[in-house]
């Protein structure tokens, strides 16, 4: 097995994971926003969109380990 497979496995799991996190934050931002607390809206839905840039990067550091061959 490739280590370029390997850590381009790893990233992605690491992807999956911030992605979820950053669906968490985006949850408990639009329940506070339902709840008029706007002030918690805005902090949760900061870190979610934190969240997703990170995800994002993880997922470019993936595809761009899955390019190389060794």
Do not use: D, P, Y
């Amino acid at each position: 097995m490739k280590i370029a497979f390997v850590i381009s496995n790893i990233f992605f799991i690491a992807f999956t994971v911030a992605l979820v996190v950053a669906i968490i934050f985006f949850e408990i931002g639009l329940r506070a926003l339902r709840k008029e607390s706007e002030r918690k809206s805005k902090e949760s839905n900061a870190l979610g969109f934190r969240w997703l840039f990170f995800s994002l990067a993880l997922l470019g550091l993936s595809i761009l380990f899955s390019l190389f061959k060794f």
